[in-house]
């Protein structure tokens, strides 16, 4: 029987990682394709190859090289780890664009894409589903619903190319860091944990092996779609944080700040450049989002397995058996590395 070979880009990345060893246990071969080198290099069924998903001449020779059965689309670049705007849209957006026709041209029919829900920059105060508008505030997530659209493009003008785009809220597992490793950092070392305003409001995250299994559904599934994924349960933020804490053995306790004035300094401090926080995170800091995922559990029979607790557990776990490690970090992704903590170390100075 002939092993399956796909396509995953980014994942040299935190989720592209997960997702690139979770189909090398299943049997698949995977090429990986990333600007960051893959520490996973070596491993039997994997390619590792270091590239650029917009350089169409590379892509045109990894899938004349490959008969792949579907692409994995992970790569994308974060607003507050680029400093070149038009790099984060042209990888982002063109990348897309130029990995999905490459797919076409090679007679590769599937693709599944990784979004986001940064596509929205507002609470609601109720589930958000597929029909909602998308309504993105910030660079990252225009780029991420300019992605999608030129997917669906493609489909319109391709009958034949099937592409799910699964737009996913925070994905959490051992080894997600990025701006959670400034959280968990107070945590350790006792410190407040502050929440902006009472610290009520629900923020959902996925889990990132429940996304992979989401992933692997995705190959079965015979259309073209777009779902909302996420966790169940959701609680609010200073529930979670303070499960957390009492979990560690801490003596963090989960402080408030006045909601207008900490906005106002975190719009202050991203214009200044001193914090790692921008449009979207002070947006959505003190407001509730959490995507309604029937679809995805009618349409492909999926359904999560880990509560954001949970979740925050693990990769708290993590951050503490590998904090020296991690804060030496440098040529890996941005959720595989800590966060610079900017202003915000002012914060745990008087916590």
Request: with cysteine; aromatic share 8%.
């Amino acid at each position: 029987m002939r092993t399956v070979e796909v396509l995953v880009t980014g994942g040299s990345g935190f989720f592209g990682g997960v997702l690139k060893r979770r189909l090398l246990q299943e049997g698949f071969a995977v090429t990986n394709l990333d600007l960051v080198r893959d520490e996973d290099a070596g491993a039997d069924g994997l390619t590792s190859i270091q590239g650029d998903i917009r350089d169409a001449g590379l892509l045109a020779r990894i899938f004349a090289n490959h008969s792949f059965a579907a692409v994995f689309h992970c790569a994308a670049m974060l607003a507050h780890d680029v400093k070149d705007e038009r790099k984060l849209w042209t990888s982002n957006v063109d990348g897309t664009r130029l990995v999905a026709q490459s797919a076409i041209s090679a007679g590769v029919m599937k693709m599944v894409n990784i979004s986001s829900n940064c596509l929205w920059a507002k609470g609601f105060a109720r589930p958000v589903t597929e029909a909602d508008e998308p309504a993105p505030v910030e660079l990252y997530g225009r780029s991420k619903l300019q992605a999608e659209r030129e997917l669906q493009a493609l489909c319109e003008r391709h009958s034949e190319f099937r592409v799910v785009s699964l737009r996913c809220p925070t994905i959490i597992d051992s080894g997600r860091l990025g701006l959670l490793a400034i959280l968990f950092e107070f945590i350790q070392d006792g410190k407040k944990v502050w929440v902006v305003g009472d610290g009520s409001n629900r923020y959902q995250f996925i889990y990132a092996q429940d996304l992979a299994e989401a992933c692997l559904l995705c190959l079965r599934y015979d259309k073209s779609n777009v779902f909302h994924i996420g966790s169940d349960a959701v609680p609010a933020m200073r529930q979670m944080y303070e499960s957390v804490i009492r979990s560690a053995g801490s003596a963090s306790r989960v402080a408030s700040l006045p909601r207008r004035p900490a906005i106002a300094a975190m719009r202050l401090a991203h214009k200044l450049k001193l914090s790692p926080l921008g449009p979207y995170h002070y947006r959505m800091i003190a407001e509730s989002f959490v995507f309604d995922t029937q679809k995805i559990r009618k349409e492909l029979g999926w359904k999560p397995t880990l509560t954001n607790e949970a979740m925050m557990l693990r990769a708290f776990s993590y951050y503490c058996e590998n904090r020296k490690e991690i804060h030496a970090r440098t040529d890996v992704s941005a959720h595989s590395k800590a966060a610079p903590m900017g202003v915000i170390r002012l914060l745990k100075w008087l916590s």
